[in-house]
């Protein structure tokens, strides 16, 4: 299948030196969030993210660009169509576990999981599926999961906790790390009962390896476990990132269709806003049915003095 989309980490230095040979070929600037720039040309789209920095191609003249532009003359390497010499791992059969919502005041705390082997890992990458982070329309997340669902011999497991059973169990495992250790051994576990066969499982590291040691433990699981950060980079993570968002915004859709009030992504102060009014309309109750309460957003919301509305654990 044709190369329509890559990703690459870049420096400092090899992103400013990436920028007039932009211009030179005629590529038009554009203004896109999040980036240190972004440019066009035809059908071909080049964004060089803030973060990292790393470099996005997306077009039908993708692997033209990497092959002949970005890999000489900025990263010096030949690296399309190498990732099984580069990366090994990536293409042995391994579960994937990503998680989305921790961060967000409204909706609840989702965690998927996807197994993958060689095969399903070059569909992925032939999809131009990517961490879910570096989307952001909810057309295209949900365009993306649609064919991570088709993919032959693909399996997935999702576990979303809603804000009330999200409340409950925060209090009695008494922080978000550990929570989301259980979250990711449940996912593990329902993988794991689809495909006994799989090896591996990897995650991003977001506690000390040993708090999801514990939790997998008490699934009675034996798998190795991998946890590193910037875990996305692995195709069934990436994919795994994919399906939790999508089931987050779907929640967040229907619930603000439902009560009336649009549920702002984040914890920003459009999200005190909506919090006090989701207050006034149906009452103080109603809001451990749609948040968090543990983040500092409840002490704003609800009118107490010294609240930032920032997470805490």
Not at 226 to 247: G, H, M, N, W
């Amino acid at each position: 299948m044709p190369v329509t989309s890559h990703t690459a980490p870049l420096t400092v230095e090899q992103a400013e030196k990436l920028r007039p040979l932009l211009a030179d070929r005629g590529f038009e600037f554009v203004e896109k969030p999040y980036t240190l720039y972004a440019a066009k040309k035809g059908k071909l789209n080049v964004a060089v993210y803030e973060k990292g920095p790393k470099i996005l191609v997306q077009g039908k003249e993708t692997e033209d660009f990497v092959r002949f532009l970005l890999e000489p003359e900025i990263l010096g390497e030949a690296r399309l169509g190498y990732d099984e010499v580069l990366h090994p791992d990536r293409f042995e059969p391994h579960f994937g576990i990503d998680e989305s919502g921790k961060g967000d005041y409204f909706g609840p705390l989702v965690i998927a999981g996807v197994y993958t082997d060689a095969a399903i890992a070059r569909e992925l990458a032939a999809a131009g599926i990517m961490d879910s982070k570096r989307i952001t329309s909810a057309a295209r997340i949900r365009q993306l999961a649609a064919l991570i669902r088709e993919i032959p011999g693909i399996e997935s497991a999702i576990v979303s906790i809603g804000p009330e059973k999200y409340n409950e169990l925060h209090t009695k495992f008494g922080s978000i790390n550990r929570l989301l250790a259980w979250g990711h051994a449940r996912t593990i576990s329902l993988l794991h009962e689809k495909r006994p066969d799989c090896p591996r499982a990897l995650s991003d590291q977001f506690a000390r390896p040993e708090v999801l040691q514990r939790a997998l433990k008490g699934q009675k699981i034996a798998i190795s476990l991998d946890q590193r950060t910037k875990a996305e980079s692995d195709p069934a993570v990436a994919a795994a990132s994919i399906l939790a968002r999508e089931r987050f915004i779907d929640w967040i859709s229907k619930t603000s269709e439902a009560g009336g009030i649009p549920l702002p992504l984040g914890a920003s102060s459009a999200v005190i806003d909506a919090g006090k009014q989701l207050v006034e309309r149906h009452g103080a109750a109603a809001l451990g049915r749609v948040a968090k309460l543990h983040f500092r957003t409840t002490g704003a919301v609800m009118g107490r003095n010294g609240d930032s509305g920032t997470e805490s654990a």
